[in-house]
């Protein structure tokens, strides 16, 4: 079945702990997107990728980081420098073209800092 | 940057009863989409609906692009319908989506 894939569904990292969430997508899109959501709160963009080997901060990007030497795979590094990151987090993709059409969601990914 | 304002912040409806959301936006889209965020937090896509009017089933949506609006209608509400609510738009430019606070729906039995 095509569609996104997001692991693990539940991390849990210590202080001073850099962990990496994992996104795939055999959608054969070409942008993939970073969202972060907390309680209660819309959706607020990390990084996204139109094209394989390039990357755009989002609106939250400090803390992050981010890399795509594939078109399937998109993985979130989340550094011990961000802050507060415990937080719900969303991949997501869309395909090419000057209008894209439909953002298409993982399941998400929960990470909580103990 | 664009603002996205959704309306009421929350929502208490008995079963089978209908419902409308609004979503506010600031400057003009390229697109806008209404997603079901279920209780394990999965996004589910509703409707993508940069202008016009558009139907599946129980719901639909309504954009009006030029006056900066879209209309959620839910008709006859289930418990299943539960959950929140988000508009999404899509500034000129490039494919950013900026979410909405969302609207909170309970639909009690």
């Known amino acids: 079945d095509g569609g996104i894939t997001q692991s693990p569904k539940y991390l849990f990292r210590k202080e001073g702990q850099n962990v990496t969430l994992s996104c795939e997508q055999n959608l054969n899109h070409d942008a993939m997107y970073w969202y972060r959501q907390d309680p209660g709160q819309g959706l607020r963009l990390i990084y996204y990728?139109?094209?394989?080997?390039?990357?755009q901060k989002g609106d939250i990007a400090e803390g992050y980081s981010v890399s795509r030497e594939k078109k399937e795979s998109f993985p979130l590094t989340v550094t011990s420098a961000q802050k507060n990151p415990t937080a719900f987090y969303l991949c997501?993709?869309?395909?090419?073209?000057?209008?894209?059409?439909?953002?298409?969601f993982g399941p998400g990914t929960r990470l909580t800092v103990l | 940057g664009i603002q996205v304002e959704q309306s009421p912040p929350d929502l208490i409806l008995q079963e089978g009863a209908n419902s409308t959301l609004r979503c506010n936006f600031s400057?003009?889209?390229?697109?806008l989409q209404w997603f079901h965020q279920n209780p394990w937090g999965q996004l589910i896509n509703l409707f993508y609906?940069?202008?016009g009017t558009k139907q599946n089933g129980r719901l639909s949506a309504t954009t009006v692009a030029t006056e900066r609006y879209s209309l959620l209608y839910i008709s006859s509400s289930q418990t299943t319908d539960s959950g929140v609510y988000f508009c999404?738009?899509?500034?000129?430019?490039?494919?950013?989506?900026?979410f909405g606070t969302g609207t909170r729906l309970l639909v009690s039995p």
């Open positions: 990728s139109q094209i394989v080997n390039d990357f």
């Open positions: 609906i940069p202008s």
């Open positions: 999404a738009v899509v500034t000129t430019g490039f494919q950013k989506l900026v």
């Open positions: 400057d003009s889209v390229n697109n």
């Open positions: 997501a993709s869309i395909p090419s073209g000057p209008l894209g059409g439909t953002q298409y």
